[in-house]
Structures are given as structure tokens and as C-alpha cells.
């Protein structure tokens, strides 16, 4: 079992900055892709970014690229999402998940409420 919490969320002013976390325990997560994920109010559950744990290959939405960085601290076992230029349309709870593959994600944490403000 994995167990995946994310931490960091809050409300921050449109053009801010801020970034969340999120702590993984449990079995070796060395061979799986993390994600992060958004679901604003009203709206479907949309991918953000993803970064392999080997390699640390990323991969980014459209929407956030150039805005957002995800990483890794293999050390703390914990994924960072690092958001800048924040926009009100970035309003959503945010999810991170793990998974083998980056179409299927096995285990996702609780989510951690990001508001911006305009």
C-alpha cells in the first residue's frame, strides 16, 4: 500500500506564488510516476503535471506550463508542486497521485485546497 498526503494548500493573490506537497509512505514508489491532478467546483478532475521518481522526467498540462515545476526529494520520499504566476482560474483542490504508468494511477491522497484570489 502507498500512502500519499498533500500538505501546502492556502490562498494566495492572483500573480502569487506557492507550493504544496505532497509526502509519500509505504511501499518503494522507485518505479512509479507521480501526478498531480486538479478538480475545481463544477468541473472534471484534470491532469496537471507528472514526474518519474527514476529519472525524474516531467510532463505538464498546457494550462500550467511555463507557470508550474513539479519535483522530487527522493530523500523525503515527497513530490513538490511549485506554482507561480498564479491565476484565478488555478482555484481547485489539488490531488496527487502514483501510479505505474501515466494512465492509470493507483493511489491518490486526500487533496489540499489551492485558492486564488483576483
Known amino acids: 500500500q502507498v500512502q500519499l498526503v498533500e500538505s501546502g494548500g492556502g490562498l494566495v493573490q492572483a500573480g502569487g506564488s506557492l507550493r504544496i506537497s505532497c509526502a509519500a509512505s509505504?511501499?518503494?514508489?522507485?518505479?512509479?510516476?507521480m501526478g498531480w491532478f486538479r478538480q475545481a467546483p463544477g468541473k472534471e478532475r484534470e491532469f496537471v503535471a507528472r514526474?518519474?521518481?527514476?529519472?525524474?522526467?516531467?510532463y505538464y498540462a498546457n494550462s500550467v506550463k511555463g507557470r508550474f515545476t513539479i519535483s522530487t526529494d527522493n530523500a523525503k520520499n515527497t513530490v513538490y508542486l511549485q506554482m507561480n504566476s498564479l491565476k484565478p482560474d488555478d482555484t481547485a483542490v489539488y490531488y496527487c497521485?502514483?501510479?505505474?504508468?501515466?494512465?492509470?494511477?493507483?493511489?491518490w491522497g486526500q487533496g489540499t485546497q489551492v485558492t486564488v484570489s483576483s
Open positions: 514526474v518519474t521518481w527514476r529519472g525524474g522526467g516531467t
Open positions: 509505504g511501499r518503494s514508489l522507485s518505479n512509479y510516476i
Open positions: 497521485a502514483a501510479g505505474l504508468n501515466s494512465a492509470t494511477y493507483r493511489y
